[in-house]
Structures are given as C-alpha cells and as structure tokens.
Antibody
Framework: EVQLVESGGNLVQPGGSLRLSCAAS????????MDWVRQAPGKGLEWVGR??????????EYAASVKGRFTISRDDSKNSLYLQMISLQSEDTAVYYC??????WGQGTQVTVSS | DIQMTQSPSSLSASVGDRVTITCRAS??????LGWYQQKPGKAPKRLIY???SLQSGVPSRFSGSGSGTEFTLTISSLQPEDFATYYC?????????FGPGTKVDIK
C-alpha cells in the first residue's frame, strides 16, 4: 500500500527556516516524480515544486512564489523526500502535502509563520 | 503560466442529482488534467487522471471528459459522501496550476 507521511511542520518566526520530511512506504520513491503542494488556511491548492525521478536525475521545478527560498531533496536510503524552506513569510503559512506524482497524497503537515 | 478556471464556484444539489463541473485552461493542455476531491480537514484525493481515466478504487459514478482547453467532471448520481470541494489540476507545463475549486453542498 502506498503511504506518504509528512512531518516537521511547526510554528516559526518570519525570516526563519524549516525542513519538512516525507517518508514514503509501499513503493520506491526514487522511481517516481515527487511533488509538494500547499494549502493556506481557507484557500485552494497551490503546487510548490517537483523532484523528478532518479531516471530523470532528480531535477527540480518550483513555483515562482518559492523559487530561491525552497529546495526539494531526497534521501534514497530513507525512501524520503524533503522540503527545505528559508526566509519564511506569513504567506507561507499552510498545510504542506507531499504527493507521488500528484496522484497519491500524504495527510499533510502544518507550517505556521508568525511572530 | 497556464490559468485554470472552474465553474460554478459552488453548487447546491440533492442526493441522486447529476452534477457537472467545468474546468477551462487558458491554453491547450492536451489531456494533462486531473480532478481531485477534498473533504474538510482531509488531504485531496485524485478521482480522475489524463482527463478521463478513473483512478483505481474510485466509484464509477465519477467520470471525466475533455481535451485541449475545456474539461468536465460529472457525478452521475450524487451520494451523501460526495459533498466536498472539487479541484482540477493541469500538469501539462510548469508551474502546475490548480483551478480555484467548486464546493458541492447539500440542497
């Protein structure tokens, strides 16, 4: 069974940093493109970025709103995906989901940026 | 960036009704479109991929159609568990973009 479990969400001050993790099970994550999607409180869904599969050299794409501040990485030994976030702003407050190729989604982790 | 619009933004319907939601793309996206259902406090769940392919385990009352710039999601007979918000997503080109959502509630 495909499972994705996000962790690492927290309350952080503006300008701070945070790293989110996504632990995959039931499949080999390196074989798949993996995405991060977020949802601000009461708002719609926003695609954040993608790490392509190992066969595609793990190249990445990002939304303009996070480019230069967010970085997606992987650890194949842990079958995991990460989202490193720096220079966080209040507009980054959201539930962050990881997804296997926008098909299967985890349950999300809450990030709150506030002083 | 490709802009996605959805109509209606909300609708009220009764159990057993046929419901249709439309999604339009600002430029052609072939059939690179998915439909998602989201219930309050839950993660989105994909219903349809490649515009018309039913995700495994999703009831057959859900169907999708369209290609290019106009797409539809149809629920043939609305069930109590279908009251939710529905989103379309284009994955033809980066950045991927979602529609603003259609909330389906009980009439």
């Amino acid at each position: 069974e495909v499972q994705l479990v996000e962790s690492g969400g927290n309350l952080v001050q503006p300008g701070g940093s945070l790293r989110l993790s996504c632990a995959a099970s039931g499949f080999t994550s390196s074989d798949y493109h993996m995405d991060w999607v977020r949802q601000a409180p009461g708002k719609g869904l926003e695609w954040v970025g993608r790490s392509r599969s190992k066969a595609n050299s793990y190249t990445t794409e990002y939304a303009a709103s996070v480019k230069g501040r967010f970085t997606i990485s992987r650890d194949d030994s842990k079958n995991s995906l990460y989202l490193q976030m720096i220079s966080l702003q209040s507009e980054d407050t959201a539930v962050y989901y990881c997804a296997r190729g926008v098909g299967y989604w985890g349950q999300g982790t809450q990030v709150t940026v506030s002083s | 960036d490709i802009q996605m619009t959805q109509s209606p933004s909300s609708l009220s319907a009764s159990v057993g009704d046929r419901v249709t939601i439309t999604c339009r793309a600002s430029q052609g996206i072939r059939n690179d479109l998915g439909w998602y259902q989201q219930k309050p406090g839950k993660a989105p769940k994909r219903l349809i991929y490649a515009a018309a392919s039913l995700q495994s385990g999703v009831p057959s009352r859900f169907s999708g159609s369209g290609s290019g710039t106009e797409f539809t999601l149809t629920i043939s007979s609305l069930q109590p568990e279908d009251f939710a918000t529905y989103y379309c997503l284009q994955y033809n080109s980066y950045p991927f973009t979602f529609g603003p959502g259609t909330k389906v509630d009980i009439k």
